[in-house]
């Protein structure tokens, strides 16, 4: 069976219907023939339904923007974000085999194919934003900005402590091992309007212990620049 090309005419993603309508013969034998497909490996199965062509990803020199663009097709609609876009800026030091850790309006899964594992977390509308739009082969998907990736990733992790402000900032500086040198006041700005936008009394907590940290540090760059 001949699958579909990739070019910049065609989606680089391949989903059943895509092949039901180049494929010629009897229906009832299309399955079978996306079986073969896969099993010769000529066909990748990035899901159930959807697909790329082995040529495809041999051939492309930007895995890492194939494997990001591909994010957005698995499960949509969705923007990557959280660990993988922290440890892009270098706030999260690298892990190998990190998942690709996306944020969806729709419920969270999970999904796993030979270019990895693909991580779907639930966000409600309100906070579905913050993302920049990067192209590949002239497709377009979205990735969280290094604010908002911090945000996310702060708001929806449960073990913070919500009551306790000395343990929540121990947890901030030392327990989550956020390289913080990263994370400019500019960050913290930008950082500051999905902080008031959530209405999330835990947010607003970090944004006081933040606010300080920034404020000490001003208050040592200044005393240092002063005692030259």
Known sequence: MAVPGNNHHESICITKQDLRAKYTGASNTLDMRIKRALKTQKLLKLKNGLYITSTAYLHELDKIKFTEFIASRMYEPSYISLEYVLEKHGLLLPQPNRS?????????????????????????????????????????????????????????????????????????????????????????????????QSDSAKMQKIWHILNAHFENKKFDEWARELLK
């Not at 270019?115 to 920049?132: A, H, S």
């Open 100 to 196: 690709i850790t996306c944020m969806t309006t729709k419920t969270g899964r999970t999904f796993k194919n030979l270019l990895g594992v693909y991580t779907y977390t639930n966000i409600k509308p309100l906070l579905f934003t913050g993302f920049e739009e990067q192209t590949f082969n002239g497709h377009a998907y979205h990735i969280a900005t290094k604010d908002k990736a911090l945000f996310d990733y702060l708001y929806l992790n449960p073990n913070l402590a919500r009551r306790n402000a000395k343990q929540l900032k121990h947890q901030l500086f030392n327990e989550l091992n956020i390289q913080w040198t990263y994370f400019s006041e500019q960050d913290f700005e930008a950082f500051s309007k999905f902080v008031w």
